[in-house]
Nanobody
C-alpha cells in the first residue's frame, strides 16, 4: 500500500505562516498528482490544493494567493506553504494520492489559527 504521513501542523496566530509536509512511500511518487484537503468538525472535507506530476497546480478560491503547493520528487514529499493564516483555516489537513486506481489518505495534521 501507499503510505502518506503529514507533518508541520501546530498553533499559529492570525497572519502567521506554517509549512505542511506530506511524505509518501510505497509508490512511484513523481508521476502522480497529490492533493491537500482539510476538514473541521461538523464540516465536509474539502480540497485545498492539488499539484500534478508536471507541476501544474489548482487551488481553492479561499486559499488562492495565500497558500502554495510544491513538490520535491527526489524526497517523495509535497509541501503546502500557508501564509496570512486566518482563524477559518483551522482544520485537520490531509494529504491525498491516487495510485493504480486506489485512493490513499494520510492521518492528518492539525492546524490551529488563534490569537
Amino acid at each position: 500500500q501507499v503510505h502518506l504521513v503529514e507533518s508541520g501542523g501546530g498553533l499559529v496566530q492570525p497572519g502567521g505562516s506554517l509549512r505542511l509536509s506530506c511524505a509518501a512511500s510505497g509508490s512511484i511518487f513523481s508521476d502522480k498528482a497529490v492533493g491537500w484537503y482539510r476538514q473541521a468538525p461538523g464540516k465536509q472535507r474539502e480540497s485545498v490544493a492539488i499539484i500534478f506530476s508536471g507541476g501544474s497546480t489548482n487551488y481553492a478560491d479561499s486559499v488562492k494567493g495565500r497558500f502554495t503547493i510544491s513538490r520535491d520528487n527526489a524526497k517523495n514529499t509535497v509541501y503546502l506553504q500557508m501564509n496570512s493564516l486566518k482563524p477559518e483555516d483551522t482544520d485537520v489537513y490531509y494529504c491525498n494520492l491516487v495510485s493504480a486506481g486506489m485512493t490513499y489518505w494520510g492521518k492528518g495534521t492539525v492546524v490551529t489559527v488563534s490569537s
